[in-house]
């Protein structure tokens, strides 16, 4: 398979990815005010954030999750398979994307359909990212974490997949006063999960009772996704075999310290208040 699929200067993966299908998504998707997305920057916590959505949709009862391959709950508006499948779907539509802001569908920005952003530490959000995609020819194999640091961080921020985190975040973020767009940090989804969910809730205009409240946290627990077939990517679609990929690795934050030397703790702090100079730290409960 070969390294990235280009569009625009942003690295894709080749696997279910078509530049067709990614300007299509740029130029038609319709959004419908009812729709609801989820928006990362990969390995932030998205099949989370996933997870719980669905769960608050149906106020706890885990039958769909545990019947349904998360994919096809909250299809990847970019990728073939679900664009293909969205633009098919009657009603309203929970669906995911790792777009950057300039690709995202120009439709989106009139609508009233909501956005859910989860953003996640970058230095956890690259020791995650070089488990899952190291070795496993989905994308350019990193070969070593110290590679995968160069281009997430200081070399060639173009390398890595979906784009500069830096940039990602940063556009993202300067929508956040926008009524339809709820800003979530994975450190506060496991520093409070409750609360963090009850606003979810609230952005989402659902309102749970206490013991439907406690089942969504029961069914999208690390242990129970894990668990979980449906949710933790051991059963692929049948053109997506990819050998050994886990999704539910650690579920923690600050795994970064167990793997970053000092050099690259220092160079990551150097480059990080260089690229988000400017937004407020209370934005980055890391
Ligand atoms: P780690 O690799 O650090 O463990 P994404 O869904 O965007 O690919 O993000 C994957 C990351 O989210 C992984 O991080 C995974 O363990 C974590 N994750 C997934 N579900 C989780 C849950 N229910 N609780 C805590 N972390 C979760």
């Not at 073939?80 to 950057?100: A, C, D």
Request: contains cysteine; hydrophobic residues 40%; charged residues 25%.
């Amino acid at each position: 398979m070969s390294d990235f699929l280009w569009f625009e200067g942003i690295p894709f993966p080749v696997l279910d990815h078509e530049k067709e299908i990614i300007g299509e998504c740029h130029n038609k998707f319709g959004f419908r005010d009812e729709d609801t997305v989820i928006l990362s920057y990969p390995k932030s916590g998205t099949n989370w954030l996933v997870e719980t959505v669905c769960l608050i949709q149906t106020k706890g009862n885990p039958k769909w999750i545990q019947s349904v391959p998360i994919w096809e709950r909250s299809p990847w508006i970019e990728s073939k398979r679900g664009y293909l499948e969205l633009t098919n779907q009657k009603g309203p539509r929970l669906m995911i994307s790792h777009l950057p802001i300039h690709l995202f569908p120009k439709s989106f920005f009139s609508s009233k359909a909501k956005v859910i952003c989860v953003i996640k530490n970058p230095r956890d959000v690259l020791v995650s990212g070089y488990f899952f995609f190291a070795n496993k020819n989905l994308i350019k194999n990193p070969e070593s974490l110290a590679t995968y640091f160069d281009w997430l961080c200081t070399l060639n921020q173009e390398a890595v997949i979906y784009g500069s985190w830096f940039e990602h975040t940063r556009a993202w973020l300067s929508m956040r006063a926008r009524d339809n767009f709820l800003l979530v940090s994975y450190e506060d989804m496991i520093k409070d999960t409750r609360g963090t969910t009850e606003k979810i809730c609230d952005f989402l205009g659902k309102k749970l009772e206490l013991d439907e409240l406690d089942l969504v946290l029961k069914y999208s627990s690390f242990q129970a996704m894990k668990e979980n077939n449906m949710s933790n990517y051991s059963v692929l679609p049948e053109n997506i075999i990819i050998k050994d990929l886990i999704l539910m690795r650690k579920g923690t934050t600050g795994d970064w310290k167990n793997h970053f030397t000092v050099a690259q703790a220092e160079t990551f702090d150097k480059v990080f208040q260089e690229r988000m100079a400017g937004f407020s730290p209370s934005l980055f409960p890391w």
